[in-house]
């Protein structure tokens, strides 16, 4: 279950949120509940997207941040903290000064399983997560024990998104000066985000031109799939060998030439978030070359997903979310980080090397138990951009 337990003259601490109003939303939603709210904010987008009569401006030096919330939640008594993401600078910091002052910690990230789902758990996320790693757990559960949910569409808006993103940098840069010490986990500048953002509408336009009918195609052939995460993915710095996601595409593309049948192809699909960021076509074909698999290999951009999953081989991945999706279609996966779903009977757990000659199918009644169990114990119903069940808080 989600519930946070009762919320009545609980003294409450938010930290940063998603881009946009969610934050600014739940912290309304913590008042109602009767929740003695704070919330701290570390530039001029954090400021916007606050209720302005609880809001308290962090301006000092990372080296100094420890020591700051670590008096902040003694001198106030503070019972909770709701925050985004554990691996920021200032969120890890916040959390393991919080288990030392045992105050309860609610991680929100995005949904392992999509599009319909947020995600939130105590004390962490991802490879954080303290949900179990041991397949009898899951196998030994009762079905009926389970509360299947009403699933509600969450109908995320795109443009509510790219709004909120748009006027958070615009803010968080004019801002500077107030906040002279804050550094964020990737570079504060609108001007960059907006040519990102034109780059990115321009490309997918351009790939829905240029991969008319390449589904189609693909799907009648025999290949292994690979979902890139993006490159500046914490999963891939925090969770995994890898420091980028070029080392991770060499390590694949080598194998895969080395141990692959010569009758199979390596289909390769980049990020869409990073599609007005990034594209590694030239890098992949060059080590195509290099590896003498070019003709083998398929670079694709905005192909729909599901289906690609539903006709591999089997799909590589360092820890994404679409591991979770590949299960669901009955993929066989690979992961080469560490990813919550990592789990024997659900997972490949030879080496890569093996993979490409035998990979193992998912226990499908081993899968429906640990996502149900995802679903009930970190999963809420709604999007940061669009319906949310606040009932589950």
Same mark, same amino acid.
């Given at each position: 279950?989600?519930?946070?337990?009762?919320?009545?003259?609980?003294?409450?601490?938010?930290?940063?949120?998603?881009?946009?109003?969610?934050?600014?939303?739940?912290?309304?939603?913590? #008042?109602?509940?009767?929740?003695?709210?704070?919330?701290?904010?570390?530039?001029?987008?954090?400021?916007?997207?606050?209720?302005?009569?609880?809001?308290?401006?962090?301006?000092?030096?990372?080296?100094?941040? #420890?020591?700051?919330?670590?008096?902040?939640?003694?001198?106030?008594?503070?019972?909770?903290?709701?925050?985004?993401?554990?691996?920021?600078?200032?969120?890890?910091?916040?959390?393991?000064?919080?288990?030392?002052?045992?105050?309860?910690?609610?991680?929100?990230?995005?949904?392992?399983?999509?599009?319909?789902?947020?995600?939130?758990?105590?004390?962490?996320?991802?490879?954080?997560?303290?949900?179990?790693?041991?397949?009898?757990?899951?196998?030994?559960?009762?079905?009926? +024990?389970?509360?299947?949910?009403?699933?509600?569409?969450?109908?995320?808006?795109?443009?509510?998104?790219?709004?909120?993103?748009?006027?958070?940098?615009?803010?968080?840069?004019?801002?500077?000066?107030?906040?002279?010490?804050?550094?964020?986990?990737?570079?504060?500048?609108?001007?960059?985000?907006?040519?990102?953002?034109?780059?990115?509408?321009?490309?997918?336009?351009?790939?829905?031109? +240029?991969?008319?009918?390449?589904?189609?195609?693909?799907?009648?052939?025999?290949?292994?799939?690979?979902?890139?995460?993006?490159?500046?993915?914490?999963?891939?710095?925090?969770?995994?060998?890898?420091?980028?996601?070029?080392?991770?595409?060499?390590?694949?593309?080598?194998?895969?030439?080395? =141990?692959?049948?010569?009758?199979?192809?390596?289909?390769?699909?980049? =990020?869409?978030?990073?599609?007005?960021?990034?594209?590694?076509?030239?890098?992949?074909?060059?080590?195509?070359?290099?590896?003498?698999?070019?003709?083998?290999?398929?670079?694709?951009?905005?192909?729909?997903?599901?289906?690609?999953?539903? =006709?591999?081989?089997?799909?590589?991945?360092?820890? +994404?979310?679409?591991?979770?999706?590949?299960?669901?279609?009955?993929?066989?996966?690979?992961?080469?980080?560490?990813?919550?779903?990592?789990?024997?009977?659900?997972?490949?757990?030879?080496?890569?090397?093996?993979?490409?000659?035998?990979?193992?199918?998912?226990?499908?009644?081993?899968?429906?138990?640990?996502?149900?169990?995802?679903?009930?114990?970190?999963?809420?119903?709604?999007?940061?951009?669009?319906?949310?069940?606040?009932?589950?808080?």
């Amino acid at each position: 279950m989600n519930r946070v337990g009762d919320l009545k003259n609980k003294r409450v601490l938010l930290l940063q949120g998603p881009m946009g109003d969610f934050f600014k939303r739940l912290d309304k939603h913590l #008042r109602k509940k009767g929740a003695i709210t704070f919330r701290i904010g570390f530039n001029a987008g954090d400021w916007l997207f606050s209720n302005k009569d609880n809001y308290i401006p962090y301006k000092g030096k990372r080296e100094e941040w #420890r020591e700051f919330i670590k008096e902040f939640l003694a001198k106030n008594n503070i019972d909770k903290i709701f925050l985004f993401g554990d691996c920021r600078f200032y969120q890890k910091i916040a959390i393991e000064e919080a288990k030392k002052a045992n105050v309860e910690t609610f991680v929100f990230e995005e949904g392992y399983v999509r599009p319909d789902f947020v995600t939130m758990e105590k004390w962490g996320v991802n490879n954080f997560s303290l949900i179990p790693r041991n397949p009898e757990f899951y196998l030994n559960l009762d079905e009926k +024990s389970f509360r299947y949910k009403n699933i509600k569409p969450a109908n995320p808006s795109y443009f509510k998104m790219a709004w909120s993103a748009s006027r958070y940098y615009i803010f968080a840069y004019l801002g500077k000066p107030f906040y002279p010490y804050y550094k964020h986990h990737r570079e504060l500048n609108p001007f960059k985000e907006a040519f990102f953002g034109i780059r990115n509408a321009y490309r997918k336009y351009k790939y829905k031109i +240029s991969e008319k009918g390449k589904l189609e195609k693909i799907i009648k052939t025999k290949y292994f799939f690979v979902p890139l995460q993006t490159y500046n993915d914490f999963q891939l710095r925090e969770h995994s060998k890898f420091h980028t996601i070029e080392e991770f595409i060499e390590l694949v593309i080598k194998s895969f030439a080395l =141990h692959a049948s010569e009758d199979v192809r390596l289909v390769i699909k980049h =990020h869409p978030m990073d599609r007005g960021r990034k594209d590694y076509k030239k890098l992949i074909l060059n080590l195509g070359d290099k590896y003498n698999v070019k003709n083998r290999l398929e670079v694709i951009y905005d192909l729909h997903l599901p289906t690609l999953l539903a =006709h591999t081989l089997g799909t590589i991945t360092i820890n +994404s979310t679409v591991g979770l999706q590949a299960l669901f279609h009955k993929s066989p996966v690979k992961v080469l980080g560490k990813a919550i779903y990592d789990i024997e009977g659900l997972t490949d757990q030879k080496y890569l090397s093996e993979f490409w000659k035998n990979p193992s199918k998912p226990d499908m009644i081993l899968f429906e138990k640990f996502r149900q169990f995802l679903i009930n114990n970190t999963q809420i119903n709604g999007s940061f951009y669009g319906y949310f069940d606040w009932n589950e808080i």
